[in-house]
């Protein structure tokens, strides 16, 4: 938990982002009837998810304006980043595939290694799913927040292109 809160001091946008991922993470864990052990890994993998950007050079991740190519690489390193800081702590062994691979899309075009959904697990498909979620509900420097009814058409919209799971999403 500390760790989450120390990526989330540094950027005023995304303050509860880690806890409310956790909670919807381990929500739809539960309706899908995970063990006990995988929500436990839901909920840790999901507040440390993010914990990557903190590497990230100060600002970056606030920047209004239009990201370079450069930066974006950047910001698209955080996942590795993270699985390189928990890689050090053997009792979270199990949380670096989740961590490294929360924005891999199931048609192959995310980050930071472009996995197919086969070769993504549901606990990885359940956090980027949450994820995606609790960020189009935030206000972000380049857009606004999207309401309720817009969330559910961008989710949907999402599954039909074969980016998230749908018996996640429906969860």
């Known amino acids: 938990v500390a760790l989450a809160l120390a990526v989330e001091a ?3 946008y995304s303050r509860g ?3 409310r991922v956790s909670q919807l993470a381990q929500k739809i864990g539960e309706l899908m009837g995970m063990t006990e052990t995988n929500i436990a890994a839901l909920r840790d993998a ?17 920047k209004s304006g239009k ?5 974006l690489a950047t ?7 993270g699985e ?5 702590l053997k009792s979270y062994s199990h949380l670096r595939d989740p961590i490294r691979h929360h924005h891999e899309y199931l048609d192959g ?5 472009g996995l197919k959904e086969k070769n993504i697990s549901l606990l990885t498909k359940i956090i980027a799913a949450a994820n995606m979620f609790d960020v189009l509900q935030m206000q972000r420097p380049y857009r606004t927040r999207l309401n309720d009814t817009e969330i559910k ?3 949907e919209t999402l599954v039909a292109q074969n980016k998230l799971d749908k018996k996640t999403v429906e969860c």
């Not at 390189?84 to 050090?88: A, E, F, G, R, Y």
């Open 84 to 88: 390189k800081l928990v890689s050090v």
């Open 153 to 155: 058409k961008e989710m």
């Open 109 to 113: 075009s995310g980050y930071p290694d």
């Open 10 to 12: 540094r950027d005023p």
């Open 17 to 19: 982002h880690a806890e």
């Open 67 to 71: 990201l370079s190519e450069e930066e």
């Open 46 to 62: 999901a507040l440390l998810h993010d914990i990557g950007k903190k590497g990230i050079k100060y600002g970056l991740l606030f």
């Open 75 to 81: 910001i698209r390193n955080h996942p590795f980043v």
